[in-house]
């Protein structure tokens, strides 16, 4: 496959890609097309944005694709009259240009910068319709000063807040990450192993928020993916039940287990906490010696594990018993109390009850060390109708029917986890699950031993990284006042030079070794303090730039709320389905913060999403390691943009994924070049009257008009081209062999074709719109109505079979009744000579598309 294109040697007025894209470029520079938000431009605005790209390298063709999707929404709104806002930047800060620059014994910036210039050159050939004016860079001070800003509000809110606690630590990367950035149990950047680690962080109180992040998911319903949708209710994970208090022998104050089955307290016999809680630790201390050594021990064993090693259904159950008791507030009974790893700290209040007969967990656990199990719901009950009379023996003792199991989950093994009616549980005794949740909770008030509440999956997001490329948070500790926030008059706190940095991975931040940096004056008593020298989690970058567009130049404020009323929400974002939680849940949220603080009127950041396909290679996911990559670059190199865009666009629904071995640029370049050439013979002039064009070919000129934007709008995209490949073939025909390059219809069809293509091949469509005799930019002209005479069919073509095979086709009126159309199709000659002397059996007739003809002998 070549790579290089040399336009001295293509045919003299053939299409050649290199010499259109050469020759449109500079006059879409100079002519700024695609800036939005003119003074006094009157008219209804758009704001389609592209999930902003890292500049790790040159753009791949992951970008190709999701940025060509992004701007076919773009170019499709302006021709459909609409002042489009159509942004670019870079997410420059993070853990890949330090890790580089470490690599590299260089500075993060020069890596990060070099990046994105080269980027930018890819994106400018490429050609997507943004706006240039309002490109910004999240490492740049005028933008992370709006970081900090935003960091201040939430901290005056209460919102951002600093606390103790096991975090998830990457050993590698050697900083902290959320719970979000831990897949399986590895690091999402780097693969590494997840440990836990004892650090005070900051955090964002996302949990306050939990309720409307889920509940206003039913807003984005049918505009947003569903899986999208169930990932993120997946991810807040919102369960109803009870927190229950137990009081512990010994010790003052109540803990509170949070269940969602408050039904089957009396089938507790006992409880478990955390290894690695507070409280864990707290009860352990006042056990035996023994105890004590043997729970550290278990503890230090239970710190190299992941979550999702100790969550793991098929492992043994491990613990250690505490030597205490705690109190069942329903019935008294004392329940020894365990240490083990199964419960995590963070879930509820790192605490729960065990009802081993009706949980898996819980019975491995109480089998494993022989614990107490009690069965407390008759799962062979109905849980409707009337409550069926348990038989007795002559002993008046209940027994059950041969057919009928046993309850017996300590000697099966098997938690009874299906519905029933409750047993062996007093006041709860003959109710149903739902029945007997309510009064639990109902009793659990009455004594004032617990209340009806929610848990969440959800945690607060952890934010601090202790990494140098990122934003400086803007607190200062002083020994004397605590934390004193950066005067706001005083942002941006900018990073120092990395310059005598030491920048290698160790525990702690490298801004801390930046001793001019980090050692100031307190704001408030003017006394020695330091600067907090972590930095901020990159997706609070992410999680608001959607709205520092619209003020990008503007260093007087983040933005303006009156832009975000006029342009915001977003109306269409384009991006990849592997941010479906940790981005857009974070911009969901800051987009609720903001407008908490009243600078928003809206709740939701993005309208409509659209998540496209990977492109793979052979199968797999393109790397060097395998050998499949297809570089970008490259690719453009040898066929072009507009050969690259209308290969991905054609190339299946977008969010299918694609496999560029299955693809064709080459024959997208040919049917360019096929549509420009149409263009180029065009014989008539601009002013034509098109009504006076062949009737055939302006209906299928027409019908295209009409079905396109429902297509566009849908995502179809790939069936917009297939129709445009249609289109092209019927007027080359009408050109070659049916009423010619003079015909008005023909002029029609070229110029509705170079419309379309402005939607894929932007440079072939305004190369294609001067030679129909246009000044540029075509990006901008108004989407052509189909006229509605045109799209009342007048014939169809009726199929005739006879034994199933198909013998004539007839063009008849859609309109034709069924006692016709038969009466075609029986005088047809083909099918009089098919039919022979064979009897007529049966005649099924679809008007006005089908016959089908039966016969026999």
């Not at 040919?670 to 549509?675: G, I, M, S």
Request: charged content about 25%; hydrophobic content about 40%; some cysteine.
């Amino acid at each position: 496959m070549a790579h290089d294109h040399d336009p001295a040697h293509a045919e003299p007025g053939a299409y050649d890609f290199a010499a259109i894209q050469a020759k449109w470029l500079p006059v879409w520079d100079e002519l700024q097309p695609f800036r939005a938000g003119a003074s006094g431009d009157t008219r209804p605005r758009k704001y389609v944005l592209d999930m902003f790209p890292y500049p790790s390298g040159d753009l791949h063709m992951g970008h190709a694709e999701a940025f060509g999707f992004g701007d076919i929404a773009a170019r499709y709104w302006r021709h459909q009259g609409f002042d489009v806002l159509h942004p670019i930047g870079w997410d420059s800060f993070g853990l890949p240009a330090e890790n580089a620059a470490i690599k590299r014994g260089a500075d993060p910036r020069e890596w990060t910068y070099a990046n994105i210039a080269q980027q930018k050159a890819s994106f400018r050939q490429y050609a997507p319709s943004f706006d240039w004016s309002r490109e910004l860079h999240t490492s740049d001070p005028e933008y992370y000063k709006w970081n900090q800003w935003l960091f201040l509000k939430l901290y005056e809110k209460g919102i951002a807040y600093r606390k103790a606690g096991q975090v998830n630590w990457c050993p590698n990367d050697q900083t902290v990450l959320a719970n979000e950035q831990v897949v399986d149990g590895h690091c999402e950047r780097c693969g590494a192993v997840v440990t836990k680690k004892a650090l005070t962080q900051w955090y964002f109180r996302v949990t306050d928020y939990a309720d409307r992040l889920l509940d206003d998911l039913n807003q984005l319903e049918g505009t947003w993916p569903s899986k999208v949708v169930s990932m993120q209710r997946n991810w807040i994970g919102r369960s109803a039940g009870a927190d229950v208090e137990f009081e512990i022998e010994g010790r003052e104050g109540r803990v509170p287990v949070f269940t969602t089955r408050p039904d089957t307290l009396y089938g507790a016999t006992f409880m478990v906490v955390a290894v690695d809680s507070d409280l864990a630790a707290e009860l352990a201390g006042g056990a035996s010696a023994e105890v004590r050594m043997h729970f550290q021990d278990y503890l230090d064993s239970v710190r190299a594990e992941t979550d999702i090693e100790r969550l793991a259904t098929d492992r043994p159950k491990t613990g250690v018993f505490l030597e205490r008791y705690a109190i069942n507030p329903l019935n008294g009974e004392r329940l020894p109390i365990w240490a083990s790893d199964y419960v995590l700290a963070d879930y509820g209040h790192g605490a729960i009850m065990a009802v081993p007969a009706h949980d898996q967990r819980d019975l491995d656990f109480a089998r494993a060390f022989n614990l107490p199990v009690r069965v407390v719901v008759d799962t062979n009950a109905p849980v409707t109708g009337v409550i069926p009379v348990i038989p007795v023996d002559e002993n008046g003792v209940p027994y059950l029917p041969e057919d009928v199991p046993a309850l017996d989950p300590a000697g099966t093994g098997v938690a009874l986890t299906g519905e029933g009616r409750l047993i062996n549980s007093g006041p709860l005794d003959g109710l149903s699950k739902s029945n007997a949740i309510r009064r639990a909770i109902e009793i659990l008030d009455e004594r004032g031993t617990g209340h009806a509440a929610k848990n969440y999956r959800l945690r607060d997001w952890l934010i601090s990284r202790q990494r140098f490329w990122g934003t400086p948070i803007p607190i200062i500790h002083c020994a004397d006042c605590g934390e004193v926030p950066v005067p706001e008059s005083e942002l941006p706190v900018r990073l120092p030079d990395a310059a005598g940095l030491d920048l290698t991975p160790k525990g702690t931040s490298p801004l801390g070794g930046a001793g001019a940096w980090v050692n100031v004056a307190c704001p408030n008593c003017g006394g020695a303090a330091k600067r907090d020298s972590d930095t901020m989690d990159t997706f609070v970058d992410s999680s608001w730039y959607y709205l520092r567009y619209l003020n990008a130049n503007d260093d007087s404020q983040a933005f303006d709320p009156s832009e975000a009323e006029k342009w915001a929400p977003v109306d269409q974002y384009v991006g990849g389905v592997e941010h479906a939680i940790l981005h857009l849940l974070y911009s969901r949220f800051i987009t609720k913060v903001l407008f908490d603080l009243g600078y928003l009127g809206f709740t939701e950041p993005f309208t409509s999403l659209l998540n496209q396909g990977m492109v793979l290679m052979d199968g797999s996911k393109m790397s060097k390691s395998k050998g499949n990559l297809v570089e970008f670059a490259s690719e453009l190199a040898a066929h072009g943009t507009d050969a690259l865009r209308v290969t991905l666009a054609f190339a299946g629904p977008p969010e299918d994924d694609i496999d560029w071995a299955d693809l064709s640029p080459v024959g997208s370049a040919k049917f360019l070049a096929r549509a420009w050439r149409i263009a180029g013979e065009v014989a008539s002039s601009p002013d034509v009257d098109w009504s006076t064009g062949d009737r055939a070919l302006r209906r299928i000129t027409h019908r295209l008009l009409a079905d396109a934007p429902g297509l566009a709008e849908a995502y179809k995209f790939n069936v917009i081209v297939a129709r445009l490949m249609e289109l092209v073939n019927a007027t080359r025909k009408a050109i070659d062999s049916g009423p010619g390059a003079s015909d008005a219809a023909v002029r029609e069809a070229a110029e509705v074709t170079a419309m379309l293509l402005d939607l894929f091949a932007p440079y072939t469509a305004e190369d294609m719109w001067q030679r129909l005799g246009y000044e540029p930019t075509i990006a901008l002209v108004p989407w052509r109505k189909a006229d509605p005479a045109l799209l009342i069919e007048e014939q169809v073509t009726a199929v005739v079979q006879v034994d199933g095979k198909v013998r004539d086709r007839l063009q008849v009126s859609p309109k034709i009744s069924g006692d016709e159309l038969e009466q075609l199709a029986r005088a047809s000659e083909a099918v009089t000579r098919s039919v022979g002397d064979r009897e007529i059996v049966n005649v099924i007739v679809r008007a006005p598309r089908l016959v089908n003809i039966a016969t026999r002998g």
